[in-house]
């Protein structure tokens, strides 16, 4: 079973969806409402005591506003509610991803045939000041706790401010940039296993490199990031500053965007992408952000396979043009 949670396009940050990889989901038929239920109308999690709804369009949950429907969707009220859904994916072999704010996904036009579950409710999503550390839900917002710890005079954390995206896709894509990343002040992490036990995992338990972490076996639940003491004016000029010079660097005015590679070591994907001469290119209703070559941009009318097209094709130029092989950004499912 895999878990990853990917979902941020922020300045070469990594943020997003979780991942549990379970065999095949069982065959749905939709019903004549377009809901996809079981036989005789039901659904594998009815007995859970789980709101659990079928064929919710994934559009909705995705910046990007593309792709097919999700067989199943739930947002778990509790970490209990989360564990039965799990264990009943395990049981079944339904396929499970757990999505952040969606900022960097893109879902094929064919949908996710399994559960897609959001951690969205109030369990998840707590904020909790315990100097000199932050206590964080996997479903809380980066740029609240970012605020939070900022408020506080606790630093660490300031330079993740223009990182959209959940705290749980911050974990496993270890998000960072410039000012460094947030493995660094994580002290342990509360995670979920394939067969719905939670533990905590610390020490050398973790382990975080550049865009990466080994929380991909794992749903993440909470963290707590160590930070130090520090003036709330200062941390807040800081802050503000990387504010304005990250949002400089991102497409502005729509939010159908997406950053399409990671930056190599020694070099920024734009630049690449602009020697390459790629900044112009497109597929159907897909296109390189011209201003900021390392995003793509979904048109009215876009589809999943354009953006897909596009960015192969772009990936393709610059391995012809400059024999440098980009590694995607976009999690593409």
């Not at 396009?9 to 943020?15: D, F, I, Q, V």
């Not at 900021?292 to 043009?321: F, I, K, M, W």
Request: charged share 20%; glycine share 14%.
């Amino acid at each position: 079973m895999r878990h990853n949670f990917r979902d941020g396009p922020s300045g070469g940050r990594e943020l997003g969806s979780q991942e549990l990889a379970m065999h095949q989901a069982p065959k749905t038929k939709p019903t004549a409402g377009g809901t996809a239920a079981g036989v005789g109308g039901s659904t594998p999690f009815d007995d859970l005591g789980v709101a659990v709804s079928c064929r919710e369009p994934l559009a909705h949950h995705t910046w990007l506003g593309l792709g097919g429907d999700a067989g199943y969707f739930c947002e778990p009220v509790d970490i209990a509610a989360l564990g039965r859904v799990v264990r009943r994916c395990g049981e079944r072999g339904i396929p499970l991803r757990v999505i952040g704010g969606g900022s960097n996904i893109l879902v094929p036009a064919a949908g996710y045939p399994g559960m897609i579950v959001r951690l969205s409710a109030a369990a998840f999503c707590g904020i909790s000041v315990q100097r000199p550390a932050i206590v964080a839900g996997a479903g809380a917002k980066l740029v609240h706790v970012v605020s939070a710890a900022v408020q506080a005079g606790l630093a660490g954390l300031e330079t993740l401010v223009d990182v959209p995206g959940t705290v749980g896709g911050a974990l496993v894509g270890n998000a960072g940039g410039h000012g460094g990343d947030i493995g660094a002040c994580v002290r342990s992490v509360t995670v979920m296993l394939p067969d719905g036990t939670v533990e905590l995992r610390e020490g050398s338990r973790l382990a975080f490199e550049s865009r990466w972490s080994n929380l991909d076996d794992c749903i993440v639940i909470d963290c707590r990031l160590e930070l130090d003491e520090e003036s709330p004016e200062q941390l807040t000029k800081r802050m503000q500053k990387q504010w304005i010079v990250g949002r400089s660097q991102q497409p502005s005015g729509t939010r159908a965007v997406a950053m399409m590679f990671k930056d190599p070591l020694g070099s920024t994907a734009e630049s690449l992408i602009m020697q390459a001469g790629a900044r112009d290119m497109r597929a159907g209703e897909a296109a390189v952000y011209a201003a900021h070559a390392n995003y793509v941009v979904a048109g009215p009318g876009c589809t999943s396979d354009d953006v897909r097209t596009l960015v192969e094709a772009v990936r393709g130029r610059v391995r012809d043009q400059l024999g440098v092989e980009l590694t995607p950004q976009i999690d593409v499912w």
